[in-house]
Antibody
Framework: EEQVLESGGGLVQPGGSLRLSCAAS????????MSWVRQAPGKGLEWVST????????NYADSVKGRFTISRDNSQNTLYVQMNSLRVEDTAVYYC?????????????WGRGTLVTVSS | DIQMTQSPSSLSASVGDRVTITCRAS??????LAWFQQKPGQAPKSLIY???SLQSGVPSKFSGSGSGTDFTLTISSLQPDDFATYYC?????????FGPGTTVDIK
């Protein structure tokens, strides 16, 4: 069964850092682009970042560009996002999603999410 | 950035009803349009990609259509499990953008 499982969320102060992980299983991770999507409490979905299958192409939403870094370890079937200079408005459930590349395929499998709370 | 709008923002319907949700893109996106279903406290679930292709395992009561800027999601014969929020998303270009969602609840 295909599965992605996020971890690493928690409470962090404004200006702090956090690294989220996403463990993938049940599919060939190294052939799939991967994405992070977030959802602020009571709000809609916001795409955050996508990385291609090999890890050499990345894209970011303007709201996180320069502060977040997406990466992957294909030997460990794991996706990451390093989040620095966190702001209150970054508070959200962060979802890891399989696939998602322009003009190819959207994300087709989502994890249950991990909650990031930025507050003093 | 491509802006996505959805209408209505919410609707009330009865079991057995046929429901149609509309999604509009601010510029042409060919057929690079996906639909997702999300229930409270759960992750989004992929329903449709390429505007009209059903994801594996999604029942045929869900259907999508459209191309360019105007798209629709139709649910035939609404069942209790279908009450949820539905989002469209364009994946034509980065940044990917979602519509604001349409909440379908029980009349």
């Amino acid at each position: 069964e295909e599965q992605v499982l996020e971890s690493g969320g928690g409470l962090v102060q404004p200006g702090g850092s956090l690294r989220l992980s996403c463990a993938a299983s049940g599919f060939t991770f190294s052939t799939c682009a991967m994405s992070w999507v977030r959802q602020a409490p009571g709000k809609g979905l916001e795409w955050v970042s996508t990385i291609n299958h090999s890890g050499d192409r990345t894209n970011y939403a303007d709201s996180v560009k320069g502060r977040f870094t997406i990466s992957r370890d294909n030997s460990q079937n794991t996706l990451y996002v390093q989040m620095n200079s966190l702001r209150v408005e970054d508070t959200a459930v962060y979802y890891c999603a399989k696939r998602g590349w322009p003009g190819v395929l959207p994300s087709d499998l989502w994890g249950r999410g991990t909650l990031v709370t930025v507050s003093s | 950035d491509i802006q996505m709008t959805q209408s209505p923002s919410s609707l009330s319907a009865s079991v057995g009803d046929r429901v149609t949700i509309t999604c509009r893109a601010s510029q042409g996106i060919s057929n690079y349009l996906a639909w997702f279903q999300q229930k409270p406290g759960q992750a989004p679930k992929s329903l449709i990609y390429a505007a009209s292709s059903l994801q594996s395992g999604v029942p045929s009561k869900f259907s999508g259509s459209g191309s360019g800027t105007d798209f629709t999601l139709t649910i035939s014969s609404l069942q209790p499990d279908d009450f949820a929020t539905y989002y469209c998303q364009q994946y034509n270009t980065f940044p990917f953008t979602f519509g604001p969602g349409t909440t379908v609840d029980i009349k």
